[in-house]
């Protein structure tokens, strides 16, 4: 069975840092793209970085990418998000998800999906 568990989440004063962890199980993480969405209130979620471990590549969101680090550890079969300088527009759940490739549309069509982990930034 696939399974995704973030852990990590909090309240954390704008400009300071927090990392995300997603510990996957039940399928080779090589097989599997790798992304982390956010949902803010009343906003549809939206994928803020994606990593594809069999290959290395990277995607982040423009307005988090010199800010937001994704990053994996094969040994430990989890996936990473490192958050820093984070802003209230960073509040919402985070969720991990796997899917065939990067992109919104993929994890559209077929993902598996973490229950989320609260974020929360205050100014």
């Known amino acids: 069975e696939v399974q995704l568990v973030e852990s990590g989440g909090g309240l954390v004063q704008a400009g300071g840092s927090l990392r995300l962890s997603c510990a996957a199980s039940?399928?080779?993480?090589?097989?599997?793209?790798i992304g982390w969405f956010r949902q803010a209130p009343e906003n549809e979620r939206e994928l803020v970085s994606c990593?594809?471990?069999?290959?290395?590549?990277?995607y982040a969101k423009t307005s988090v990418k010199d800010r937001f680090t994704i990053s994996s550890d094969k040994s430990k079969r989890t996936v990473y998000l490192q958050m820093n300088n984070l802003n209230s527009e960073d509040t919402g759940v985070y969720y991990c998800?796997?899917?065939?490739?990067?992109?919104?549309?993929?994890?559209?069509?077929?993902?598996?999906w973490g229950q989320g982990t609260q974020v929360t930034v205050s100014s």
């Open positions: 039940g399928f080779n993480l090589d097989d599997y793209a």
């Open positions: 998800a796997a899917s065939t490739r990067c992109g919104s549309y993929y994890f559209g069509v077929s993902a598996h």
């Open positions: 990593l594809t471990t069999r290959d290395g590549n990277r």
